[in-house]
Each structure stands twice: as structure tokens, then as C-alpha cells.
């Protein structure tokens, strides 16, 4: 599809406030409602193939001949969403903390961070199509981020921190072998 034909076309204030639960249970662009949703779009794209790019072919491609894969695609995006809300809670409180506590030695990456998200919101609004919501260009701010998962981990004790971290790499691990497997077949 052409990108100057996709939807919705312009964008208004209300993309920018609004998730719907399909962000979380059916993380797809084509699923109503996604593609007027700034932020829904942001986090399923963040944490799923939300534009179909690796999953849907890899999934059409091995089920052909079972008929329609989108309840299959929308199921591992939907797990992959799902999965995603640990890492994200914890780098809201963490960003939440680091604000508050207004440490200098963080001020650049999180200024940096937050122009850069910033910048994407505008892109967003400037071409109002869906395929310009996409967490790509947010990879930049990985330091940041990351700035904000380990402060978001502090207020745990040292066994809970333990734990919360075996499970982000199982997440990490989880992710990376699902697009290997996007990628390789």
C-alpha cells in the first residue's frame, strides 16, 4: 500500500491519549481502532510485530495450508504484548524516580530520551499513517531506557531484583528467539 493512502489519513489530539485493550490482546494495525492510537501502536510495536513485518509472513508461509493465520499471529503478539508489561511498568517507575530524584548524572540521557520521543510524537502528527508509528525509531533511546528499567528495579529488595531480572532476560531471550525465528524461516 502506497504510504500517502494509508490510514487513517490525519491525526487529532485524541490518537495521542488513547489505548485500547487491542494493544495488549490484539497488537496488529489492522485490528480496529490501532491505527488511531498513537501510544497503543508505540507499545505493540514496541513488544510485537504490530506491522506484520516479521511475523506475519513466517506465519503464512508455515500454515499455509491450515487456512487463516491471523488468530495464530495475533496470539503470539498478543503473548509478546503481555510479556512486555513487566519491563515497561518497571521503566515508567524507574523514569518516575530518576525525575524525582533529579540526579545530574542523568539529566542528558533522559533529556535525550524525552526530545527524542518528542520528535516521534511530531513525525506522528506530521504524517498521520500508520506505518509511521513504529518503535524503530525509538531505538535510539535504549541508554535511557535502560536508565530507567535499573532505577525502576532499585526499590526491590536484593531477592526480588534477583528475580525480576531473571525474568527480563527470559523476556529478552523470548523476544530475540522470536524474531531469529521471524528472520530465519
Known amino acids: ?16 491519549g488513547y489505548f485500547p485493550i487491542a494493544a495488549l490482546v490484539a497488537p496488529n494495525y489492522q485490528v480496529s481502532g490501532m491505527v488511531h492510537s498513537v501510544p497503543g501502536l508505540f507499545y505493540a510495536s514496541v513488544w510485537a510485530d504490530a506491522h506484520d513485518v516479521f511475523l506475519g509472513p513466517v506465519f503464512s508461509r508455515a500454515l499455509l495450508a491450515e487456512g487463516p493465520v491471523s488468530s495464530r499471529v495475533l496470539g503470539a503478539q498478543a503473548a509478546s504484548t503481555l510479556l512486555g508489561l513487566l519491563p515497561t511498568g518497571l521503566a515508567i517507575l524507574g523514569a518516575v524516580r530518576l525525575a ?20 516521534a ?11 509511521a508509528v513504529k518503535a ?3 531505538l535510539p533511546a535504549a541508554l535511557p531506557a535502560c ?33 531469529w525465528y521471524a528472520c530465519w524461516h
Open 100 to 119: 524525582r530524584r533529579r540526579d545530574p548524572r542523568v539529566f542528558a540521557p533522559l533529556l535525550f530520551g524525552a526530545l527524542l520521543l518528542a520528535s
Open 147 to 179: 536508565l530507567a528499567l535499573a532505577a525502576g528495579l532499585e526499590p526491590f529488595g536484593p531477592r526480588a531484583r534477583a528475580g525480576l531480572r531473571t525474568i527480563l532476560l527470559a523476556l529478552s531471550v523470548f523476544g530475540t528467539a522470536l524474531t
Open 136 to 138: 524503530s525509531y525509538l
Open 1 to 16: 500500500m502506497v504510504m500517502a493512502r494509508q490510514p487513517p489519513g490525519e491525526r487529532s489530539l485524541l490518537d495521542y
Open 121 to 131: 510524537l511530531r513525525y506522528t502528527w506530521i504524517l498521520p499513517q500508520y506505518s
